[in-house]
Nanobody, 124 residues
Framework: QIKLVESGGGLVQAGDSLRLSCVTAGRTFSDYSMGWFRQAPGKEREFVSFISRNGLSTNYTDSVKGRFTISRDNAKNTVYLQMNSLKPEDTAIYYC?????????????????WGQGTQVTVSS
């Protein structure tokens, strides 16, 4: 199976930026499409962004469009989430997820592989 490890979270102020990384191991990274999800306290885990196997197709939830950018480096087995203009409502644990294949899915149950998450806290 593919293993995922996120990093890059932290405590920042509103308007700041963070870049999350998710390093994978165990399988051919380029065979997997990748997603970023987040879970705020007391809320369900929600879709944030998707990137296809070759990185040419991306998708974002409306609340992060124009502020977040997903990318991947298949040579480094890593997917990134660049988060700019952070808002307090972006506070959550951020998870990367992997799915074999290249179809866009936004539901958590479509992703069989998950990292442990990284905390992002945005203060006002």
């Amino acid at each position: 199976q593919i293993k995922l490890v996120e990093s890059g979270g932290g405590l920042v102020q509103a308007g700041d930026s963070l870049r999350l990384s998710c390093v994978t191991a165990g399988r051919t990274f380029s065979d997997y499409s990748m997603g970023w999800f987040r879970q705020a306290p007391g809320k369900e885990r929600e879709f944030v962004s998707f990137i296809s196997r070759n990185g040419l197709s991306t998708n974002y939830t409306d609340s992060v469009k124009g502020r977040f950018t997903i990318s991947r480096d298949n040579a480094k087995n890593t997917v990134y989430l660049q988060m700019n203009s952070l808002k307090p409502e972006d506070t959550a644990i951020y998870y990367c997820a992997a799915r074999f294949g290249n179809v866009l899915f936004v539901q958590t149950y479509n992703y069989p592989y998950w990292g442990q998450g990284t905390q992002v806290t945005v203060s006002s």
